[in-house]
């Protein structure tokens, strides 16, 4: 199990029409970014990263992991492997499968300006020699995210 399904674990299931999720997906903000810091070898960064926010029916979150693959290149570690509490809901009411579902949630993260924010993060761990686990904000409890509305 990832350090995002835990996260988002912690909150209710939200159900979502697509087109709700798609207008509360663009006020997202970063909750966690993690650095796992440098590796030895190549000197490229990796790590996690958790959007989150409240809306009327409940929080909303998406987790995945990142990695540089070039130094300042940043990309999703696995595309396959992005992490929502949010059900999202198609025309009929009905849960989109899963395929529609990841294109919605890589939809979301493509407006999102997370390679920014990481790069600042990465920036701070490139001083630390070797992989250095660098955590930002603990999250042990149930975090209170920014509102979407």
Do not use: Y
Request: glycine letters at 10%; proline letters at 6%; one cysteine or more.
């Amino acid at each position: 199990m990832s350090h995002q399904t835990t996260i988002t674990g912690m909150w209710r299931q939200v159900r979502k029409p697509t087109e709700e999720w798609a207008r509360d997906a663009k006020n997202l903000k970063a909750l966690q970014i993690s650095c796992l810091g440098r590796n030895r070898s190549e000197g490229l960064g990796s790590g996690h990263c958790l959007w989150a926010c409240s809306t009327p029916s409940g929080t909303i979150g998406i987790g995945w992991r990142w990695t540089e693959i070039l130094p300042g290149v940043l990309a999703i570690d696995d595309p396959l492997d992005v992490f929502s509490n949010v059900i999202l809901l198609g025309e009929a009411g009905l849960p989109v499968d899963d395929n529609r579902r990841v294109g919605h949630l890589h939809n979301a993260i493509h407006d999102l300006d997370w390679q920014s924010v990481v790069k600042q993060r990465l920036a701070g761990a490139s001083s630390r020699p070797g992989r250095v686990r660098q955590p930002c904000a603990t999250l042990a409890r149930r975090p209170a995210a920014p509102s979407c509305v």
